[in-house]
Structure formats: structure tokens, C-alpha cells
């Protein structure tokens, strides 16, 4: 993806920040948002005009209407605006009407079908476009989804984080799972990337927080649904905050400095560099000797998993670590990976000898 013509973040403000009502429910609400997030100096309104709702009978969005109260608050506010895109008709009608930037719905960019309906309808309209990650925490068919854009020659592409849904989930209303958009980071390192903590969160409370973690792993900038009466919002009534509510969060905001190079970091780099050297010599000598029990277990004719040993094995693990420096979990999910590897190896030396 050629992402050199990027000039979304040209806007003077870091971090970049969207914010407006999730949808547009009238011309005076929207009129009011805006007049109320330009005096606050924000420079991109965003209000969802069709809304993909979960269930049927929710607020489903006013429709092609409300793209007029969106050109009104670019012409009389001087505001950059964005809003949703899901289908070929969607970019016909908020091209015309002058929408400056779109962004591809979760949803929609989990449907690959959707999305090249979407590119296809772009073709030929430099126009920026945002893409939020799919529903669920597919990398893949997130960069998919930046790629057909891309391909139809959209050149101005940046992604969004909003979270992944998972069923159970409690805290969260879209869990933030980052290590994705880390690693949409590592792979796409020129893409501006966005986070949407009102999405992730589900409640305005955890939206500094989340707000927070995503300026230190070095977000560009947040997307934050505001509204002036947040309690009778037609949708997502529980995350939207107020103009002054999203001032005093992006007030609070501590911006830390992304690269740090210099000697104070050297030693600790060293010692890091040589724990993971040693931690990567150990695993490899543990694959070495779970490769000489897969013979042992091939030749005695024992099943490669041993269900009872695996057991003692990760609780003596997890109680090496109840010092409280790895949290239980994560020791369990380590082990996890380290144990299905060895496995693997295993298979492949029962296989190999033609067992
Ligand atoms: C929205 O931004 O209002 C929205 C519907 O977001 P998402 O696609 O992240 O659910
Ligand atoms: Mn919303």
C-alpha cells in the first residue's frame, strides 16, 4: 500500500481528534454539537447519518437527510465532517454531499463483499477514508479491507481501532485486545492509526483510560462520540460524553515522548536483549528435549499427550509465578504455547519415523 500521500493529520491538532454525536438525530442537535466542539477548538465532526444497528427496531439513523445538516456545519462552522459509509449508495450520496473524509464501519469491513462495493463506488475520488477493525480481532481481513480500498485508488487511508466484541465479555463493550493495532503498527508503519475508546468502552467512564493507553502506544489521534444531552442520545446513550466532558479528558491527556534513544535506556536494553537471547536458547533446548521424548514415546507406543503431566506441569508453573510479577493468566497462556509447540514437535517425530 502506498500510503505517502497521507494528509489526514495535516489538521495542526495532535493528537488528531474526531469527535460529534454517534448518529445525527436532528438539525438542531447536530447544529449544536458542532457549534459547541468548534468553539472548543476540534476540527472534525463526525455523526453517524446511517447506523448499523445490532438489532432490528433500534435507531437506525435519519438517512440522506441529515448529510445536509452535516454540509451546513461545514459551511457555517468551517469543520472538516465524517461520517459511516456501508454501501455504494452511502458514497454517492455523502460525496455529493461534500462529506470530507469517510470511514468504513466494524461491520462492513467484516464483509469483504461490502467493502468492494464500497472501494468500487471510490474509485476514481481521492477522498480520505477511515477504516474501522472488523467485529472481530481478524487482522487480515482488516489490512483486506485497507488493501481493496487501496487498490481502487484510495491513497488516504487510516485505520481505527474501536475493539473487538466477544461474547461474555463484561468490562468492556468491545474488548481493546491491543495487540493487534500493535501489529497493524509493526506491519503497516505509515498508516495514521486512530482509536475509538467510546466504542471499546460501552461507558463514558473508561473513556480516559482507554484514551490514555492508546496516546501511550502512540496513537494519532481518537475518535469520541459527544453529544450535548448524552443521557437522551437516540444511540449509544452510555458512552457519549459532553463538549466539556471530552475537554477535560483530552485536558488530562499525558503525551509521552514516542522514541527514546538515548543512554539512559541502553543498559536496561542490554540486560532485556540478553534475557530474551537466553529465553530463546532455553525454548529451543526445550524443544530439543521434547523431540528426544516423542522418540522415547514413539518406540514405548505412548500416546503423545499426557493429559496428567501437562496438569502438574502448568500448576507448577503458574505457582513459580504467584509472586505477582506475571499475572496467572498469562502464565497459563505462555505455557499454553510452549506446550502445544512441543507437541507439534512430537507429532512430527512420531510422523517422520512413519509411526
Ligand atoms: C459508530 O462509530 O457509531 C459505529 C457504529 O461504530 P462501529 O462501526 O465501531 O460499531
Ligand atoms: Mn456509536
Redesign the pocket.
Given at each position: 500500500m502506498n500510503l505517502d500521500k497521507i494528509d489526514i493529520f495535516s489538521t495542526g491538532r495532535q493528537p488528531v481528534v474526531i469527535a460529534g454525536p454517534?448518529s445525527a438525530e436532528s438539525e438542531e442537535q447536530v447544529m449544536q454539537v458542532a457549534a459547541e466542539l468548534s468553539k472548543r477548538g476540534v476540527g472534525i465532526f463526525r455523526a453517524?447519518i446511517w447506523?448499523?444497528r445490532t438489532r432490528p427496531g433500534c435507531f437506525e439513523g435519519v438517512g440522506k437527510v441529515g448529510l445536509s445538516w452535516l454540509a451546513r456545519v461545514k459551511k457555517e462552522l468551517g469543520l472538516c465532517v465524517t461520517t459511516?459509509v456501508a454501501t455504494a449508495e452511502h458514497v454517492e450520496q455523502a460525496l455529493e454531499a461534500g462529506v470530507d473524509i469517510l470511514w468504513v464501519?466494524?461491520?462492513t469491513t467484516t464483509n469483504p463483499f461490502a467493502v468492494q462495493e464500497v472501494a468500487d463506488a471510490l474509485r476514481g475520488c481521492d477522498v480520505p477514508v477511515f477504516v474501522?477493525n472488523p467485529v472481530n480481532p481478524d487482522i487480515e481481513l482488516w489490512i483486506g479491507a485497507m488493501e481493496r480500498l487501496n487498490n481502487a485508488g484510495v491513497t488516504r487511508i487510516g485505520a481505527i481501532h474501536?475493539g473487538f466484541s466477544s461474547y461474555g465479555e463484561k468490562c468492556f463493550r468491545n474488548a481493546p485486545q491491543w495487540q493487534l493495532p500493535i501489529e497493524l503498527r509493526r506491519r503497516l508503519p505509515g498508516l495514521p492509526l486512530l482509536c475509538?475508546p467510546s466504542?471499546i468502552a460501552g461507558k463514558r467512564e473508561l473513556i480516559l483510560t482507554l484514551s490514555q493507553q492508546a496516546m501511550d502506544l502512540n496513537f494519532d489521534g481518537l475518535m469520541i462520540e459527544t453529544h450535548c444531552n448524552p443521557y437522551c442520545a437516540l444511540s449509544?446513550a452510555r458512552q457519549q460524553v459532553t463538549p466539556d466532558e471530552l475537554m477535560a479528558i483530552l485536558s488530562k491527556l499525558v503525551h509521552r515522548v514516542a522514541v527514546a534513544d538515548n543512554a539512559d535506556f541502553q543498559s536496561y536494553r542490554e540486560q532485556m536483549d540478553e534475557i530474551d537471547n537466553e529465553l530463546m536458547r532455553l525454548l529451543s533446548k526445550r524443544m530439543e528435549i521434547a523431540r528426544e521424548i516423542g522418540e522415547l514415546k514413539r518406540e514405548k507406543g505412548l500416546m503423545v499427550f499426557q493429559p496428567l503431566r501437562y496438569n502438574v506441569v502448568m500448576e507448577r508453573c503458574v505457582k513459580q509465578c504467584a509472586n505477582g510479577r506475571i499475572d496467572a493468566d498469562v502464565v497459563r497462556e505462555i505455557f499454553e504455547l510452549i506446550h502445544s509447540e512441543s507437541i507439534r514437535q512430537q507429532l512430527s517425530v512420531m510422523n517422520s519415523n512413519g509411526a
Open positions: 454517534c453517524g447506523k448499523p459511516e464501519g466494524a461491520r474501522k474501536r475509538d466504542h449509544d
